[in-house]
């Protein structure tokens, strides 16, 4: 193992999964909007869905890299997905608890990677330039992707406990609808960070 490029790569990695990004953003509306135990099953499909893109990345960086346009169409479309995600958010009243009819699910939270720019630039960088951190083999690269799930899922789960303690301040219909209104925004404002920065 070549520890300067693990520490090189550490660099990389939990900046990327602390940030905000589609997945974050969307974490902290939710759990600002069903609480944090609501939010778990889409954590659950953004860990499947994030580590199932890294895993077919891993093996298949030179073909990906290779073919631009399909990666740049699903960058669009991730930022379309995700600004109708912002402005469900954002219009939406401020739910109660035992109201989780309209709440996201295991399957968003797959979809979501497949269709997440971010996540595509991250494992493509992640493979290129530390994908031999741990070895040559796929296997090494496998390591590389559960590290970085060590790293992503405690960000995706600080962001929607951090959504769901605004909750509680936020407790009242007005102020409810004003956070709902401000997290939603940023979830656009990030799509349109996507679409303009690629």
């Known amino acids: 193992m070549d520890t300067t490029l693990l520490y090189l790569a550490l660099l990389f990695i939990?900046?990327?999964c602390f940030t905000p990004g589609p997945n974050n953003v969307l974490c902290a509306a939710h759990g600002s909007r069903f609480g944090f135990r609501s939010t778990l099953p889409l954590i659950g499909g953004m860990a499947i869905g994030w580590s199932a893109l890294g895993l077919v990345i891993g093996a298949g960086t030179?073909?990906?890299?290779?073919?631009?346009e399909i990666f740049?169409?699903?960058?669009?479309?991730?930022?379309?997905y995700i600004a109708y995600l912002g402005v469900k958010i954002a219009t939406s009243a401020p739910a109660k608890d035992e109201n989780l009819s309209e709440a996201l699910g295991l399957r968003t939270g797959i979809f979501l990677q497949?269709?997440?720019?971010?996540?595509?630039i991250h494992f493509l960088v992640l493979m290129t330039t530390f994908g031999t951190v741990f070895g040559d083999s796929y296997s090494a690269k496998v390591a590389l992707v559960a590290m970085?799930?060590?790293f992503g899922l405690p960000a995706v789960m600080t962001?929607?406990?951090?959504?769901?303690?605004?909750?509680?301040?936020?407790?009242?219909?007005?102020?409810?609808?004003?956070?709902?209104?401000?997290l939603g925004m940023a979830l656009v404002a990030v799509a349109l960070w996507i679409v303009l920065s690629s």
């Open 14 to 16: 939990i900046p990327m």
């Open 72 to 80: 740049e169409a699903l960058g669009i479309l991730g930022a379309a």
């Open 159 to 182: 962001w929607a406990a951090f959504g769901s303690y605004l909750r509680k301040i936020f407790s009242s219909d007005r102020a409810g609808k004003a956070l709902n209104t401000i």
């Open 148 to 150: 970085n799930l060590f």
């Open 62 to 68: 030179d073909i990906i890299a290779r073919n631009e």
């Open 114 to 120: 497949i269709i997440n720019g971010k996540a595509w």
